[in-house]
């Protein structure tokens, strides 16, 4: 039952004499006009669909300088209230933990502002965000709010209310980005949270996955120069390792001794050619196993380790990651 009709049954439900003694005077017609979707939520509609979503804190389990990301994340938006509110749902794993959020977004075409609601597995509280009164559709969507700090800011800070700010930026109708800031007392505002959202079929399409079949036989692959370092050759199957999701071959000499380091972003790997050993640095784990050809192996983002050619004749294998991914070594913590 849309508002018109549940009014006008109400109305006529109503006694006369009560009716006559109601004030004011609701004007239905323009009541169910200013209540429908309108402008505001018009410009949400690139937000729309599925998406693969990369990450990064910044806070609390990363740092500016090397933020944890996230392994493996989606996300999916529809309509809901008849088009009045956003729903967002995502999940996946970050720091080799599951991740769920769920949320509305909506207009207050009233206050001339965005609102923001949001739940996650991470902590108890609700968190919700107001654009300024009168801020309108136009630009950057801007929403602030606070939170009772749980201790995300530091001991010092628990039990008291922390701000927060929320944007939206819409890059195109395939990616938009969606940051976090807080101001802990006496600080200045940081950026603890980053998601960059990426529409699936946009992703898939550049991996050959839109309905159009890539046939890259081993012959005709285009393997870069020896890196002047690692002596490493790259043969990149599709993406951009250096922005976002990415396959590559890469290609070691026998010999090969990688040293102590880390990576920015997770990825996962599997041997082609050769034997290659791969070794945690804290746990040790991994040092006795020989991946021969056909054998998998993971590492999470921002975990020291070393890995190892042992076969005379070099070795090849593949290597999946979904977001930017750097390299950096205990002695030169810089990722580059």
């Known amino acids: 039952m849309t508002w018109l009709k549940f009014f006008i049954v109400v109305a006529f439900s109503m006694p006369q004499a009560a009716l006559a003694q109601s004030t004011p005077t609701i004007d239905l017609g323009a009541l169910v006009t200013r209540a429908a979707p309108g402008e505001g939520q018009k410009v949400l509609e690139p937000l729309i669909g599925k998406w693969r979503v990369t990450k990064s804190m910044f806070w609390v389990v990363g740092t500016p300088e090397r933020p944890v990301q996230s392994e493996t994340m989606t996300a999916e938006r ?6 009045r509110f956003l729903s967002d749902t995502t999940t996946g794993t970050i720091g080799g933990q599951p991740y769920f959020r769920t949320g509305m ?9 965005y609102e923001w609601t949001t739940a996650d597995n991470q902590t108890p509280i609700m968190m919700t965000y107001y654009g300024a009164v009168g801020s309108g559709v136009a630009g950057q969507i801007d929403m602030k709010g606070e939170f009772t700090d749980l201790g995300v800011t530091g001991e010092r800070n628990v039990g008291k209310n922390i701000p927060m700010r929320t944007t939206i930026q819409v890059v195109n109708n395939d990616k938009h980005i969606y940051e976090l800031y807080v101001a802990p007392p006496g600080e200045p505002e940081k950026l603890v949270d980053r998601m960059v959202f990426e529409r699936i079929a946009a992703a898939d399409a550049s991996s050959g996955l839109d309905g159009a079949n890539v046939m890259l036989a081993a ?10 370092f690692g002596r490493h050759s790259i043969a990149n199957l599709w993406g951009d ?24 972003a997770s990825y996962r790997a599997v041997v082609i050619s050769g034997t290659w050993l791969h070794k945690v640095s804290d746990s040790g784990a991994g040092a006795s196993v020989e991946l021969t050809p056909g054998s998998y192996w993971t590492q999470p983002a921002n975990q020291m380790h070393e890995d190892e050619c042992v076969s005379p004749e070099g070795c090849v294998f593949f290597r999946f990651t979904e977001a930017k991914f750097r390299t950096y070594t205990p002695a030169d913590p810089t990722p580059k």
């Open 78 to 83: 529809k309509w809901i209230g008849d088009g």
């Open 105 to 113: 977004l909506g207009y207050n075409p009233m206050d001339k502002r």
């Open 219 to 228: 012959p005709g692959l285009d393997w870069s120069p020896p890196h002047p």
């Open 241 to 264: 390792y250096n922005s976002g999701q990415a396959g590559i071959l890469l290609k070691l000499p026998g010999g090969f001794k990688s040293g102590v380091h880390a990576h920015t």
